[in-house]
């Protein structure tokens, strides 16, 4: 399936406003002759290649981070996107934990013993959950499915 990439977006001028990048592409439409506003119809890839085509080696510093950043399967980018998924299940389980803690610790304050035990018994669930959710996780990373 087809990932979006940071560069696939259009430049918008208004959320850029103050900004280094701002300031890059007010810079380049300025070389380039083009009003600013028609910058707005660019995406960031073409406006960066605009901007290898117009600067040529000595592209600015601004530039140069930004493909550092920006450029398609970045090690970065992948560790961000990475840190972001996570299993279903491993989520079903930390809210069970949670649920069960709160029961328990509703157990102790009014004195049911019964509260605390069914409290107990689902964090104990949702930690098994959870670490089930790991494990499976783990195992389609392995298996190159993630």
Do not use: C
Request: glycine content about 8%; proline content about 3%.
């Amino acid at each position: 399936m087809w990932e979006k990439q940071p560069n696939d977006d259009r430049f918008d001028l208004q959320f850029a406003a103050g900004t280094p990048l701002y300031d890059a592409v007010a810079e380049l439409a300025e070389k380039l002759q083009r009003p600013l506003t028609a910058m707005e119809e660019l995406t960031m890839g073409e406006i960066f290649a605009l901007a290898k085509q117009q600067y040529g080696d000595q592209l600015p510093e601004f530039w140069v981070r930004w493909a550092d950043w920006n450029e398609p399967g970045h090690s970065r980018l992948q560790k961000r996107r990475k840190r972001q998924v996570m299993n279903r299940r491993s989520i079903h389980g930390k809210w069970r934990q949670w649920k069960g803690s709160l029961r328990q610790a509703l157990g102790r304050l009014t004195g049911s013993r019964r509260r605390q035990f069914h409290g107990a018994r689902e964090r104990w669930t949702g930690k098994a959950e959870e670490t089930f959710g790991r494990a499976q996780e783990k195992m389609q990373r392995w298996l190159g499915r993630k």
